[in-house]
């Protein structure tokens, strides 16, 4: 969880299949960063992104989480 940029940690937590209601961050002591890092899940989970297309139209899935998807960034 990077508390710098929780709602980048959101969309991270949708990529690697965190469930919306397993948010780690404490609403007793973070409810700001809580709320964001459920937008940012929310707006990752609008997005498709099928990560990088390989040869015979495949595609590599966006797995990314460290900021070097090349498609969507993440």
Known sequence: MDYSDPEKSGQIAFLRDVKREDNPVSYRTNANARLLWDVG???????????????DG???????SAGDCPVCGL
């Open 58 to 64: 495949e595609f590599s899935g966006c797995t990314q």
């Open 41 to 55: 899940w929310v707006k990752q989970s609008k997005i498709t992104c099928k990560g990088i297309e390989l040869p």
